[in-house]
């Protein structure tokens, strides 16, 4: 008989355990380089509502970029396809803080996910508003996606992420040269790092993802977030840039959209299925979690969730 979710995850939790601690864990902030590498949190939600949860599914742990997919929902729903004349959707094959293509592609980054993209998505999300405003928002879209109310920023995270910034600086700065961003590059940044600095657990996470399973409509609560063509859209730009110049890797072995994140999470979504989170701190050398991705890896073989 074919293995249950509940029994896949539990023998892919076994088999990580030999994994425990590989990886390097973040170190560019203080607060980042202190998280205890050992950790490793599965949760998976299926469009029925089944839960599967292994280790420190519970914990949390900085969300990063995998806030970008949330605020290209966000923005998506805001300006439509207005949005793709300020961002692409090319893989970059460059890594994520990279600055090399966006002279040649005038101020117009190749696409959503890495830092340049990102960046003119949350200006889209800013809307000219004050930057408080738009972090609240953005924190409130997180915990009503993940029906809870236990998601705020790291403010620790947040400061640090500001005080080393210089790189986002750079890319926000060359793009409003461009005139591809409409707020003040301080207010855009501020948002950015904020949205960076969330912290959020598995569970939650895997839960919030849950409508990029099911195109769009909350399966669960019965409520649409986006339009079922964004929905295709972000899936289909999770598995094209959602780890970088990795994203090839990624697709290769695990077969399903997903978007990492510096601070050990993968956020993957099985359509019509399901949504899983991983998070284990270490990287491997793309900056990409080690051991989540060889979770994801094993889980999806042994369920035999692919997209392919
Ligand atoms: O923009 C940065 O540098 C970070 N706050 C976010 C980077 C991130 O997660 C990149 N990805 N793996």
Redesign the pocket.
């Known amino acids: 008989m074919a293995e249950t979710l509940a029994e896949a995850v539990a023998a892919v939790g076994r088999e990580m355990d030999a994994h425990r601690g590989g990886g390097k864990v973040?170190d560019?902030i203080p607060a980042l380089a202190r998280v205890d590498g050992n950790h490793i949190g599965l949760s998976v939600i299926t469009v029925t509502g089944e839960t599967a949860e292994f280790g420190d599914a519970a914990v949390p742990f900085?969300?990063?970029?995998?806030?970008?997919v949330f605020t290209l929902t966000m923005a998506l729903e805001r300006m439509g396809d207005l949005l793709w004349a300020r961002v692409g959707r090319e893989p970059s094959g460059s890594r994520?803080?990279s600055i090399v293509q966006l002279e040649a592609e005038s101020g117009i980054p190749r696409n959503p996910f890495i830092?340049a993209g990102?960046?003119a998505v949350t200006d889209a999300v800013l809307a000219g508003r004050p930057c408080d405003e738009a972090i609240n928002d953005i924190r409130e879209v997180m915990r009503k996606l993940a029906c809870d109310e236990v998601i705020d920023v790291d403010e620790e995270?947040a400061t640090s992420?500001v005080a080393?910034?210089f790189?986002?600086y750079s890319l926000a700065n060359f793009m409003k040269g461009f005139g591809n961003l409409q707020s003040p590059v301080e207010d855009v940044l501020q948002t950015?790092?904020h949205q960076?600095?969330l912290r959020i657990t598995c569970r939650q996470l895997a839960r919030a993802g849950l409508f990029l399973a099911t195109e769009g409509l909350d399966p669960l609560r019965n409520a649409r977030i986006i339009s079922q063509e964004h929905a295709r859209r972000i899936n289909a730009i999770m598995m094209t840039c959602g780890?970088?110049d990795a994203s090839g890797e990624f697709a290769f072995k695990v077969g399903l959209p997903g978007k990492?994140?510096?601070?050990g999470g993968i956020l993957t979504i099985v359509p019509d299925k399901a949504a899983i989170a991983v998070w284990s701190p270490g990287?491997n050398e793309v900056?990409?979690s080690l051991v989540g991705t060889l979770a994801l890896e094993r889980l999806a073989a042994r369920l035999r969730w692919s997209v392919f």
């Open positions: 973040a560019y900085s969300i990063q970029s995998i806030s970008k994520f803080n830092n990102a960046i995270v992420e080393t910034g790189r986002n950015y790092f960076c600095s780890h970088y990492s994140g510096v601070g990287l900056g990409n």
